[in-house]
C-alpha cells in the first residue's frame, strides 16, 4: 500500500480508496520529469510536493529508473553497428518489400488460373480415361497378345493400321484430343510462368 | 513476408524508382527520413527494453516502418504518427510472442505465470537493478510503463497502442508503478 494518507500532499488530494490511490498531481510531477522541468529551480514547488506525496514519490521513483534506462538504451542505440539501421536501408527495403507484395498481388489470379486449368487437365484425363476404360483395355490387351505371337509386329505395318483406326473412332480422337490439350494448356503456362520469372 | 528477408542483391537489382514506392507510400523518402530519424532511437529502446532483445528489436523496427509505410494514414499530425508506429511495434512483439515456441500468450502469462518469457527475464536480470525490476514485470507492464513513464503517452493514446480500453489503462498502470516501485525498494 502506497502512501499513509493524511502525510501526503498540500496541494494535491489523495484519493482515499484503498484499492488506487492516486494524486491530482501525478501528471504534474510526470511532465516535469519528462520535459527537464524537474532538476531545474522551475521545479521545486513541485519536488517539495512529490518529497511529501506517497503516490507522488512513487511516480517518481519508477520514472526516473525508466528514464535511466531509457537513456542507457539510447545510447545503446547509437553504438556502431547496433540499434536501428540507416533510414535508408529500411526505405529501399520497404519500397522493395512493397513492390514484391504488388507482384505477388497481381499474379494471384495468373496463378489461380494456372491452377484450375491443370486441375481440369488431370480430372479431363482421368474423367476420358474411365469412361473409356473398356474399349482402352481392350485394345491395350490386343496390342500385348499380337507382340507375344508377332513380336515383328510391333514395328510393322500392323501398327499404323490400329492408329489410323484408332483416329477413325470418335471416342478414342475425344480422348487424344482432350490430353492434348490439357498438354498444350500445360505447356502454354508453363512457359508463361518461365517468362515471368525471368 | 518480413522485410528482413530482402536481400542486398535484390535491393541493388531493384529497377524501381522512387516514384514507385510514393505511389505505395502515404509519405515520400524525405518526409520519412525526418520521421526516422525521430522515433527509431525511442521506437528500438521500447522494443529492446521490453523484449530484452536486441536482435529482434532491429527486425521489429524495420517491420513495424515497412508496416506503417504501407497504411493508408491520413493524418499529418506527428503525434498521431508516432502513436500509430509504437501501435503497430506493440502488436507485432506481441505476435512474435505468440508464435514463439517458449513463450505463451500475453493473456493466459498475465492471467497466471509472473513472467511470460524466461529467455527475455534472464536478459533483463543479467542488466541493471531496474533491468531485474523489469524481468520480474509482465510484458504487458512493461509496455504500459514504459509507455506512460518514458514515452509520455496518455491514457488515451496507450490504450489505442495496446489494445485496450482507455478506462482500464489507470487502473492496470497503478498496479504495474506499485509492482515496479516495490521490487525497485526492495533491490
Known amino acids: ?38 532538476a531545474g529551480p522551475w521545479g521545486e514547488e513541485i519536488r517539495e510536493h512529490a518529497a511529501a506525496c ?21 545510447e545503446e542505440a547509437g553504438e556502431p553497428g547496433a540499434g536501428p539501421p540507416p533510414a535508408g536501408l529500411v526505405w529501399w527495403k520497404a519500397q522493395r518489400a512493397a513492390l514484391r507484395a504488388a507482384e505477388e498481388q497481381a499474379a494471384q489470379p495468373i496463378t489461380l488460373v494456372a491452377r484450375v486449368a491443370q486441375a481440369f487437365g488431370v480430372l479431363a484425363l482421368a474423367g476420358t480415361a474411365l469412361w473409356q476404360w473398356p474399349r482402352i483395355s481392350a485394345w491395350l490387351g490386343s496390342a500385348h497378345g499380337v507382340e507375344r505371337l508377332h ?12 492408329l489410323s483406326q484408332a483416329f477413325a473412332s470418335p471416342a478414342t480422337g475425344f480422348l487424344l484430343a482432350a490430353s492434348a490439350g490439357a498438354l498444350l494448356t500445360l505447356m502454354a503456362f508453363a ?8 | 513476408m518480413f522485410i528482413r528477408e530482402i536481400t542486398v542483391a535484390e535491393l541493388e537489382s531493384s529497377k524501381a524508382g522512387p516514384e ?34 536486441a536482435a529482434l528489436a532491429d527486425d521489429l523496427v524495420q517491420e513495424s516502418y515497412f508496416r506503417f509505410l504501407r497504411a493508408q494514414l491520413k493524418s499529418d499530425d506527428e503525434a498521431h504518427r508516432k502513436n ?22 500475453l493473456d493466459s502469462a498475465s492471467r497466471s505465470a509472473p513472467q511470460t518469457d524466461e529467455h527475455t527475464a534472464d536478459r533483463l536480470q543479467q542488466r541493471s537493478d531496474l533491468g531485474r525490476a523489469l524481468a520480474r514485470l509482465k510484458p504487458r507492464e512493461r509496455e504500459l ?5 518514458v514515452e509520455g503517452s496518455s491514457h488515451k493514446e496507450i490504450a489505442e497502442m495496446v489494445g485496450l480500453r482507455a478506462g482500464s489503462i489507470r487502473l492496470l498502470l497503478f498496479r504495474a508503478r506499485r509492482k515496479m516501485a516495490d521490487l525497485l525498494r526492495h533491490e
Open chain 2, 20 to 53: 514507385a514506392a510514393e505511389q505505395t507510400f502515404h509519405m515520400d523518402e524525405q518526409t520519412f527520413h525526418g520521421f526516422y530519424e525521430k522515433t527509431a532511437r525511442p521506437l528500438w529502446s521500447y522494443l529492446c527494453r521490453i523484449s530484452g532483445d
Open chain 1, 1 to 38: 500500500m502506497i502512501g499513509t494518507g493524511g502525510a501526503a500532499n498540500r496541494e494535491g488530494t489523495m484519493s482515499e480508496s484503498p484499492k488506487l490511490q492516486h494524486c491530482e498531481r501525478e501528471q504534474q510531477v510526470l511532465d516535469a520529469l519528462l520535459s527537464g522541468r524537474w
Open chain 1, 54 to 74: 506517497a503516490a507522488c514519490s512513487e511516480v517518481v521513483l519508477v520514472a526516473q529508473a525508466l528514464q535511466r534506462e531509457s537513456t542507457v538504451a539510447a
Open chain 1, 151 to 162: 513380336p515383328a509386329a510391333s514395328t510393322g505395318t500392323e501398327w499404323i493400321e490400329r
Open chain 2, 145 to 149: 510503463l514504459w509507455l506512460a513513464y
Open chain 1, 191 to 198: 512457359a508463361y510462368v518461365v517468362w515471368r520469372e525471368e
Open chain 2, 84 to 105: 500509430y508506429l509504437f501501435r503497430i511495434a506493440t502488436n507485432l512483439m506481441r505476435d512474435h510472442w505468440r508464435r514463439g515456441p517458449r513463450s505463451e500468450s
